[in-house]
């Protein structure tokens, strides 16, 4: 049974740097062609892929905020981080992180199992 | 980057009615690499379809995609009390992976 849960901080105020763990089990992330991604809604609006780290720490980023993100993995915890820095409040949303469907092999991704997410709150 | 839309934004039905929404690509999504996710109120989505067409484990046979290049669809059946909710949909194509912006559909 996979199972992903998020934790980190609720608020944070703008500039600073945002860091949430995902903590997951049923999988391992030493495991070829597994991967763990962070997907974020801002409250009301749609979905958007942030990055995603591979088995290998092939690591994929969003474009438009790759500048600000780092992904990471901790094998032996089973855990994925992420930081995003320089914090707006257009940040504000409720972040998930999910596995990777290890179908189709290859550099293609979608969700199929994800954590309940975590509201962040970007305040001063 | 491709961009999906989905239409309409809201579509107003009743139980027991015909659901089908639509996810158009800017650009061909390669080999069908097209997912259908369902969100209900304060959850996190849940994975419907994948390939266009594949039904995930444990998804109920009144959902069904369909389509390919930049034309995709997904079809509820007859709507369930519970089918009221958010549909996004996905490509995994080519990355950036892109989600559309959603279709609400909501009981008339």
């Known amino acids: 049974q996979i199972t992903l849960k998020e934790s980190g901080p609720t608020l944070v105020k703008p500039t600073q740097t945002l860091t949430l763990t995902c903590t997951f089990s049923g999988f391992s992330l030493s495991t070829s062609g597994v991967g763990v991604g962070w997907i974020r809604q801002p409250p009301g609006k749609a979905l958007e892929w942030l990055a995603l780290i591979y088995w290998d720490d092939d690591k994929r980023y969003s474009p438009s905020l790759k500048s600000r993100l780092t992904i990471t993995k901790d094998t032996s915890k089973n855990q994925v981080v992420l930081t995003m820095t320089n914090m707006d409040p257009v940040d504000t949303a409720t972040y998930y992180c999910?596995?990777?469907?290890?179908?189709?092999?290859?550099?293609?991704?979608?969700?199929?199992?994800w954590g309940q997410g975590t509201l962040v709150t970007v305040s001063s | 980057e491709i961009v999906l839309t989905q239409s309409p934004g809201t579509l107003s039905l009743s139980p027991g009615e015909r659901a089908t929404l639509s996810c158009r690509a800017s650009q061909s999504v390669s080999s069908s690499y097209l997912a259908w996710y369902q969100q209900k109120p304060g959850q996190a989505p849940r994975l419907l379809i994948y390939?266009?067409?594949s039904r995930a484990t444990g998804i109920p046979d009144r959902f069904s995609g369909s389509g390919s290049g930049t034309d995709f669809s997904l079809t509820i059946s007859r709507l369930e009390p519970e089918d009221f909710v958010v549909y996004y949909c996905q490509q995994y194509g080519s990355s950036p992976w892109t989600f559309g912006q959603g279709t609400k559909v909501e009981v008339k």
């Open positions: 999910a596995h990777r469907s290890t179908y189709p092999p290859g550099d293609y991704c979608y969700f199929d199992y």
């Open positions: 390939g266009a067409s």
